[in-house]
Each structure stands twice: as C-alpha cells, then as structure tokens.
C-alpha cells in the first residue's frame, strides 16, 4: 500500500478504502444493513404511531371530553362522574347570558351548552344510556363528530331539532336495541328536583362517531327539551369553549374564569388526564427506541470484532506500510458508519412509505386491542402521523447510536502490533 497516497488523501482516501471493505462479504454487509433498517423502521413506525395516538386522544378529548377550555360548578365537579344536574353554572344566570359573554372574548371561537345525565331505558334490551343534551346544529359546525371520516358522523336520518320530541342513538344502541327511524325511545331519567322525569321521543337518525363510548351510550337529545325535563330552566350543566387557535386556550381560561365568577371550575384541556399522561410518557418511548437501536447494533459490533479478527494480518500489513493506529481506527469506524448509513437509510424509506399510507388509510384499533381501548378518549381508528421530521430525526438518531455503538470495537484494531499480526 502507498503509504503517501493515503496521507495525501486523508479523510477521504480513508473512507474510500472502507467502502470497499464493506463489499468484501456481501452476505454479512446485507446481514448487518437489514438489522439497522429493521431497527430503524420500527423506531420511525412506532413513533407515528405514537403520534398518531397523541393526536386522536387530543382530537376526542377537545371534541367530546372538555373543548379547549370547559367550565362546570365546583360542586358538579365534586361528583362529575355521576353528572349531577343540579348544580347549574352560575345559577341564576342564563346560559344564553353566559355563551354571549364568553363568545365576546377576543379568539373565542364557538361557546356550546352541553347537558350530560343517565337514562334508564324501557322496553329495551339495553338497560342504561347517557342523555347528551346539546344543539345538534351548532355542535356539527364547531367539530366533525366522526373522528375518523371527519364529518357529522350521520349514517341514517338526521339530528334531533331544537323543540322537537326527537333524539338521535349511535349504531351500536341500535345494534342492541333494535331501534330504527320512526321507533320511540321510552325512558326514564332524575331531573334537578329528585324526581323521576319520562320521555318517550322518537328515533330521527343513528350516528357514528367512531368513538366507542359514544357510539354504544348516548343518546343525543335537544338542549332546550332535556332542560325543561330536568327543570334547569334556561341554565345549562356545562360549557365547551372552542378557541381560533388551541395554543390561545390559557389566556381564554383566565378570561372565561372572570365571566363566571367564584363557585366554578374552569380548565383547560391539556389538563385532562389522559392528554396529560401521553405527554408525559414521551420520554419513556425515547429510551424504548434507544434500547431498540442499541440491540440492533450488536450485529454491527460482532460484524467489526469478527473482521478485525479475520483480517488480522491485513492490519499488521497497514501498520508495516505506514498507516497510523488512527488511520486504521478510521478506517474501521467507516465501515460501521457506512453499514450504519445504508441501513438507516433503507429503514427511513420503507418506513416513510409505511407511515405516509397509515396516514391516508386509518388502521382498525379494535382489530389490534379487541375493545380493550373503550375506556379512552380515542377514535376505534387510528392515523398514523407522517413526519418528514420523525423520518430525519430517526435516520441521524440510527446513524448515531449505531456508529457509537461501534466506536469501542473500532479502538480494538489499534492496539494491534503490525510484528504480532503478520506472524499469525
């Protein structure tokens, strides 16, 4: 070997060489680039799903759990899960009152009344429902219902109107009860008084808004009907506070809180639970994919072990010609790098693929979880999230694990004397 030409060439030249190297086995090369790729697919897969994830919770949780900035009494949020209808906001005041002074406040969007109470059903397989009193109107502007298709979530009929003896069940209460358009839906619920209310409306569309506890417990009735069953008067349970931009939702919290006054509990929605959680359990999937790439890099590290060992007396040759240990530790390093960068790069493209076709077609979470997922604010459907950024920030962070990885056994070709290895 021409000892001048490589220090001539320097960096370069020393690359060249290791690129070289990495095609004298094709087979182990393959071996090695598929490992990498592998790693580094499953680590840009997993974290749009993870994304995906985040970004249907958020979506449920601001749609049907709390808007971007939902107010209630403290004392309805003492009891919450038993939605108690006797403690109205700002009692006395009418919601009409409350939704137009609210919506007055710079980048509020859409204030919406919402009314939650259980139902006993009659003459029905199904013996509980959840009453959900709001305007079908304006609810259907404000947000797609159907967290999936993105729309009003209708399949049959139409919603209740406001006035109207009417309601709206989901599919999967039609499925159990047997409830067509035009059936009547008998009930019984408790009103602001203690005192059992009976309503008997008629059945004037089924929905789907692809989120389970919806789709198989409420049934959606007009707001001003369900307020003169429970005797609330002009009052209403809650209120949904949308916002032109949700990064806005602190300063509205604060605004919304001097409209209503003391006696109230006003949050915004990243203080839900389980917004909360998936936020902070984001490091924990750091370390997973961490883990991940690291095990994957194992067969890069016993891939240059086992090359410096085959090619033992090829050091010895490269030192007696005048190569550095650096240089040789270089050359080494290349190698994995260059393994590192291939497979990475193979992982990012079938991994960008993977994602960008998960974002267009959802995937069916009941097929992975059986409905064991009914419990979360999340869409039955799942998108995954296709990030330019994810797919980059997984290429460097491939490359970057799997080269360091390798970094030690790459030292190993340096304490090799050039007198030792030519004699075995």
């Known amino acids: 070997m021409n000892t001048g030409k490589v220090k001539t060439g320097g960096i370069g030249a020393l690359a060249t060489i290791a690129y070289r190297n990495i095609w004298r086995n094709g087979r182990r090369t393959a071996l090695c680039i598929v490992a990498v790729a592998i790693a580094v697919f499953f680590n840009i897969f997993m974290q749009s799903w993870i994304d995906g994830m985040m970004d249907g919770i958020e979506v449920a949780v601001r749609t049907f759990e709390t808007g971007h900035v939902n107010v209630v009494s403290s004392r309805f949020e003492a009891e919450k899960e038993y939605f108690p209808v006797q403690y109205p906001i700002a009692d006395g005041r009418s919601a009409a009152d409350l939704v137009a002074a609210i919506e007055a406040i710079p980048g509020v969007k859409v204030v919406l009344p919402r009314i939650t109470a259980y139902a006993t059903l009659f003459d029905s397989n199904k013996k509980h429902a959840l009453l959900w009193g709001v305007d079908p109107e304006r609810e259907a502007a404000a947000n797609h219902l159907n967290l999936t298709d993105r729309d009003d979530g209708l399949v049959e009929g139409r919603f209740p109107s406001l006035g109207a003896n009417e309601c709206a069940i989901g599919t999967e209460t039609a499925v159990k009860t047997g409830l067509r358009i035009g059936d009547k839906l008998p009930f019984k619920t408790v009103s602001a008084q203690f005192s059992d209310k009976y309503w008997n409306p008629t059945v004037v569309g089924i929905f789907e808004f692809d989120y389970a506890k919806y789709d198989d ?91 410096i060992h085959e090619r033992i007396k090829e050091i010895g040759m ?106 075995r």
């Not at 370390?287 to 590290?301: K, P």
């Not at 991994?351 to 979880?369: C, H, N, Q, W, Y």
Request: proline share 3%; with cysteine; charged share 15%.
């Open 217 to 307: 417990g409420v049934v959606i009735v007009p707001i001003d009907r369900l307020q003169r069953l429970l005797v609330l008067g002009d009052s209403t349970q809650q209120l949904f506070v949308y916002a032109d931009d949700a990064e806005e939702s602190g300063r509205i919290k604060a605004a919304v809180s001097g409209v209503v006054g003391e006696g109230h509990v006003v949050r915004e929605w990243t203080e839900n639970y389980w917004v909360a959680v998936m936020r902070q359990s984001s490091f924990v999937y750091v370390i997973v994919f961490g883990v991940f790439q690291i095990v994957a890099s194992f067969l890069i590290i016993n891939t240059v072990l086992m090359v």
């Open 318 to 423: 490269m030192g007696a010609l005048g190569m550095t240990r650096r240089e040789i530790v270089l050359v080494f390093f290349f190698e994995s790098v260059f393994l590192s960068v291939l497979g990475a790069a193979a992982g990012c493209l079938v991994a960008g693929v993977a994602t960008a076709i998960g974002s267009r077609f959802p995937i069916d979470m009941e097929l992975f979880t059986g409905g064991g997922m009914k419990e979360m604010p999340i869409s039955g459907t799942l998108f995954l999230v296709f990030s330019p950024v994810v797919i980059a920030s997984g290429f460097f962070f491939g490359v970057a694990v799997s080269a360091c990885c390798t970094l030690l056994p790459s030292l190993k070709s340096a304490f090799i004397e050039p007198v030792e290895a030519l004699r």
